[in-house]
């Protein structure tokens, strides 16, 4: 059963959905308006902000749980019921699931790296470009989070997601760190015979006008692999958070908030990102671990793995793979030491 319906609670979603909106308006209408190279402190404070946002939210969510359920006919009819447990797990399962789809976007920012590298795009149209790639990820995580929902309600959909997860986080742990060929995509190429590109970068223009011809410029290019490359980390980060919670509008809330603070994330680490080598690695235990919390481990507890265990585990991974990165620098990095 449901704490949160969407039947009940679609004005929540609609107002969540408002208050996201507004803040994206807020942000490239007024912090964003002219196109600037974003500092690192900048970028920093932003961070800040969004995961204050987020914690906050959060917070408001166990309040209200607290106040809302002991009110629910429906859910105290359910044996062993407690409603103070029942809100602590909603405020922990959307706090993990953040967690988690907070890590799984660092690998997104390797991604932002060697795109913008590739297309040569300069630092203060990074910004324009990352905006309109959140606007795109959010329609699509929202397509996502609504089918995955629907396809919970048949059990055997929870074990194909968690083979999926394993199968992903046992490739992540073993696949090479490849150089990306953004020409060598099939949206792009699909594009590019529909629309000719132009080799030159007009401002802060997506598309510019040629000799009366419109042309997409290397910005709308980049916008268009990140697209792409965003729904396929979709795919998994999505079913990761779903191993968390059933919950679609825990899911669907984690998700967004996670999304909207990439973009500082992504300015803040992106000229030290490389030094977190070993964050695959700690990503595809996280993965391993969520596809068989899914396929043996709830079962194995009952039906509910704790979700403390869980959150205990994942921040315990990550917070290793990271500070292991920095205490083994990769033998490159030792040797351009002064």
Known sequence: MSYFPFAEYWHFYAGFMAFVLAMLALDLGVFHRKAHDVSFKEASIWSVVWVSMALLFNFGLYRYALWKFPQD?????????????????????FLTGYIVEKSLSVDNIFIFVMVFAYFAIPTKYQHRVLFYGILGALVFRAIFIGLGSALMQFHWVIYLFGAFLILTGIKMFFASNEEIEPEKNLLIRIFRKFMPVSP????????????????????????????????????????????????????????????????SMY????????????????????????????????????????????????????????????????????????
Do not use: C
């Open 73 to 93: 006919e429906r859910l105290l009819t359910i044996p062993n019921f407690v409603p103070d447990v029942a809100a602590w797990t909603v405020s922990m399962e």
């Open 200 to 263: 030159t970068i007009d401002g802060k223009n997506f598309f510019s006008r040629i000799d009366g011809k419109w042309h997409a410029t290397p910005l709308f290019i980049a916008l268009l692999f990140l697209e792409a490359t965003d729904i396929i980390f979709a795919v998994d980060s999505v079913p990761a958070i779903f191993a968390i919670t059933k919950e679609p509008f825990i899911v669907f809330t984690s998700n967004i908030f996670a999304i909207l603070g990439l973009r």
């Open 267 to 338: 300015f803040m680490l992106a000229g030290v990102i490389e030094k977190f080598y070993l964050l695959k690695y700690g990503l595809a235990i996280v993965l391993v671990f969520v596809g068989l919390k899914m396929v043996w481990l709830n079962d194995a507890f009952g039906g509910k793995f704790p979700i403390s265990y869980s959150l205990g585990f994942i921040s315990l991974t990550i917070l290793a793979s990271v500070l292991l990165s920095l205490a083994f620098p990769r033998s490159t990095e030792l040797e351009h030491k002064p």
